[in-house]
């Protein structure tokens, strides 16, 4: 059994939860990622963790118990996680955050569930390694009322694994009524930005009877919701033609009115730097583009250049909707960013909603880094 020892005094941190311990935290050790037990300075015990070979995060903790976790303890996490989801209304809304990795106490751990299909998705080669996949693929064929499990590493959506019944690449979901074409293998995160269904849900409250323009648009998600809103007319804007396709046939799917939808393949930074027309609602959802610290002021600088840009674009009293998924960058960083933009604009507004990612994403409270998610309903003069 691999033996970690803290090289900082991170005792506080870790009894408090915080699942992270980085390398630089411990004695080197040239160990392969497994199972390991941790201890302080002292040789104390502090509790068990899976040592990562390649992160920065040398150790995802586990468990503060002495008792070393097996099979059964992750399968009590899982359950755990299983009954929290719970409230939803499965008839209405059968596709949604199973297991948050560190969020459900399971680090590196993601599962989302796509109407009878599971697919389960490592946060990086460590997790990969570690996971016992094929066991965790029984347990969600026997209690998680799926058919299809399907295993995949973030960074190679191309090397997957499966079990149970063999399904297509796509498949049609249902988010609070409306259905959604998913490609299962090759879409963004697992397939689909679940962790925005309550902010969808918000777009549809707010749509009725505005021109709205949807920025980096992807599948349509926000777009469908406009249009189910009562919008007048819905733009979407991507650079990607697949993802357009997949907005069209949702859509199309959904039976909204085809003259009330546009799509635009154009590189959404330039088209709204350029365009003279103008929305009575702007949503921008760009891309994650701060990777990390060294990305996350030039991300930054391009994420307030396309809000300043947007909010030139709105009628008097639009509605801008700006988000971000950069778990690099703060709510107080966001805050910042807006009040840049709208200076840049040469406008002023106030703030509607604040929020972040859906409640099956649930986030530690002593990992408030992992609440990445920001969406904010700014109305402006």
């Known amino acids: ?143 998680a009322n799926v058919d299809t499990v399907i295993a995949r590493s973030r960074e190679d959506k191309a090397n997957f694994q499966s079990w149970g019944k063999e399904v297509e690449e796509d498949v049609i979901i249902l988010e609070n009524s409306v259905k959604f074409k998913v490609n299962i293998i090759k879409g963004q995160k697992t397939g689909f930005f679940l962790d925005q269904r309550e902010n969808r849900e918000y777009i549809r409250t707010h749509a009725k009877d505005k021109t709205v323009l949807n920025l980096f648009s992807y599948t349509g998600g926000f777009s469908m919701f406009a249009g189910f809103g009562g919008a007048k007319h819905v733009t979407s804007v991507d650079v990607a033609k697949d993802a357009l396709d997949y907005a069209t046939d949702n859509w199309v799917l959904n039976d909204l009115p085809i003259e009330k939808h546009e799509i635009k393949k154009e590189d959404a930074f330039e088209f709204i730097k350029t365009t003279q027309e103008k929305w009575d609602m702007i949503i921008v959802d760009p891309p994650s583009m701060a990777h990390n610290e060294r990305d996350k002021y030039k991300a930054m600088t391009k994420y307030t250049e396309v809000f300043a840009d947007s909010a030139k674009r709105l009628n008097p009293g639009g509605s801008l909707i700006l988000s971000s998924c950069s778990s690099h960058i703060s709510f107080e960083e966001f805050f910042a960013m807006i009040e840049e933009a709208l200076s840049k604009a040469r406008t002023s507004g106030q703030i509607f909603r604040v929020t972040g990612q859906a409640a099956d994403h649930p986030f530690l409270h002593v990992g408030r880094e992992l609440r990445y998610l920001k969406f904010f309903h700014l109305i402006l003069e």
Not at 46 to 64: E, H, Q
Not at 65 to 78: G, S, T
Not at 86 to 115: H, Q
């Open 1 to 143: 059994m691999l033996e970690v020892k803290l090289s900082k005094n991170l005792r506080k941190s870790i009894l408090q939860g915080h699942p992270w311990i980085y390398r630089d935290a411990i004695l080197p050790t040239d160990a392969k990622t497994q199972l390991c037990h941790v201890v302080d300075s002292k040789d104390l015990h502090l509790g068990w963790g899976y040592y990562d070979a390649k992160s920065p995060i040398a150790v995802r903790v586990i468990s503060l118990k002495k008792d070393k976790p097996d099979l059964n303890f992750y399968f009590d996490k899982m359950q755990l996680a299983l009954n929290f989801r719970s409230y939803l209304d499965k008839t209405k809304t059968n596709s949604y955050r199973l297991f948050n990795g560190e969020g459900d106490k399971l680090p590196g751990l993601v599962c989302d569930v796509y109407a009878n299909i599971a697919v389960v998705q490592l946060d990086g080669q460590g997790a990969y390694d570690f996971w016992p996949k094929e066991e965790i693929a029984k347990w969600l064929l026997k209690n």
